[in-house]
Structures are given as C-alpha cells and as structure tokens.
C-alpha cells in the first residue's frame, strides 16, 4: 500500500506535465486581423529563422498570405487560401485550388502575440 501512496503524486505529476497546454479558439473571431509572421522554428524552442510575411485572417474564411522575399528576387508574393477553426484548432489550406487542408494547433496566445503548430513548423506571430 506504501507503494502505492509514493507512487501516485508522482504518476499525477507526470500528467501534468504531458498534458497540452494548447489553446482552443472557439472561433475565427479570435484570431481575425493582420498578423506579422516573424519567425519559424522546426522545434518550439529550437533556432528560429526571421521572416518577413503578413497573414490577414479575413471574417469570410480567406487568409490573405503576404511575403517578401528578403533576397530580393520576386520582391512579393500574395496568396489567398481557405481556413476554418475546427475543434480549436486552425484548418488551413496547403496548396491553392485544392481542398487539402493542415492542422494547426494554437501553441500560445497572450494579448498581441501567438504561436502557432502547424504539421512540420512553428511560426511566431504578433498582432499588427
């Protein structure tokens, strides 16, 4: 019985800690606006590499995707995909003119700025 009672905080524990700390948006109205993507990560806490794009959650379920090519070749590119929020979570479309769609988990949401999970990539927002 001893052993049990020793046990059992540290099983609790450990739950705690594996436990996701994701942040559920009950809708696109949370996330609606322009936001600055400045960096990814292929790790949450691994090297971040700047960026320099634009993301315009629109209310009608299109995110306006702007990036500038630091190097300076094809100067802008603007792209217009689908999302939706889904179970929490942000569905978006991977690839223009098909209904292919990536989940991406809501990592951290404090006032102007979010992190974001998506299947291969962390990206680290703020708010314009």
């Known amino acids: ?10 099983a609790a524990l450990f739950f705690a800690f594996s436990a ?12 609606l606006g322009k936001w600055k993507v400045y960096a990814e990560a292929q790790k949450l806490d691994g090297e971040q590499k700047s960026l320099t794009m634009e ?18 070749r094809t100067k802008e590119m603007k792209i217009d ?28 949401k404090d006032g102007s700025k979010m992190i974001l999970k998506c299947q291969f990539m ?4 703020t708010k314009i």
Do not use: H
């Open 1 to 10: 019985m001893r052993k049990y009672v020793k046990i059992l905080p540290l």
């Open 122 to 125: 962390y990206y680290f927002l």
């Open 55 to 72: 993301w315009d959650f629109k209310a009608d379920g299109i995110l306006k995707q702007t990036a500038t090519d630091s190097v300076g």
């Open 81 to 108: 995909i689908k999302y939706f929020v889904e179970n929490g979570d942000i569905k978006k479309q991977t690839k223009l003119g098909q209904e292919k769609y990536e989940s991406c988990n809501v990592v951290e």
């Open 20 to 31: 996701s700390a994701d942040v559920e948006l009950k809708d696109n109205s949370e996330i």
